[in-house]
């Protein structure tokens, strides 16, 4: 049966096979995508690993306790602290193995330029670990 014929034919008959073949070639299509992807898959080592007891080592690195107060005046652990020791105490820091934490604590009205400076001394010194201290909010 054509389906555009020229037959003067006015009664047309529904066409009731489905086509299937772009469901064939889909199949295949995925059947070949799994045949090459499952050796992947399953591809592994087997090794025998030791068995051992024993807690894990966690140890708390020492932190560093800086604050900033809206003055512009900074504090190393509690002692007041000029631009030009903050450079040669972060490249001490930075040294120490572990490596401290620095705890920032600025003041609500500190300025931001003062804190990003400080931020900027410290990771060019090699400090990775900054972190800024805020208070809980009163509920």
């Known amino acids: ?6 037959q003067g034919r006015q009664h047309q008959v529904p066409m009731a096979e489905m086509n299937v073949v ?8 995925l059947l070949v995508i799994f ?6 898959l399953t591809h592994s080592v087997k090794i025998d690993l030791p068995r051992a007891a ?3 080592n966690v140890t708390k690195p020492a932190h560093i306790e800086f604050a900033i107060r809206a003055s512009g005046e900074m504090f190393w652990a509690g002692e007041s602290v000029v631009d030009t020791a903050l450079v040669e105490r972060f490249a001490f820091a930075a040294r120490q193995q572990p490596q401290p934490e620095l705890h ?11 804190v990003a400076r400080v931020m900027s001394m410290a990771a060019k010194a090699g400090l990775t670990r900054i972190g800024f201290v805020t208070e809980p909010a009163a509920d």
Request: hydrophobic share 55%; glycine share 2%; no cysteine.
């Open 1 to 6: 049966m054509a389906i555009g014929s020229f």
């Open 22 to 29: 772009p469901l064939v070639d889909v199949m295949l299509v």
């Open 35 to 40: 045949i090459v992807t499952a050796p992947l």
């Open 54 to 56: 024993s807690a894990a």
């Open 104 to 114: 920032i604590r600025a003041d609500r009205d500190a300025r931001y330029e003062s």
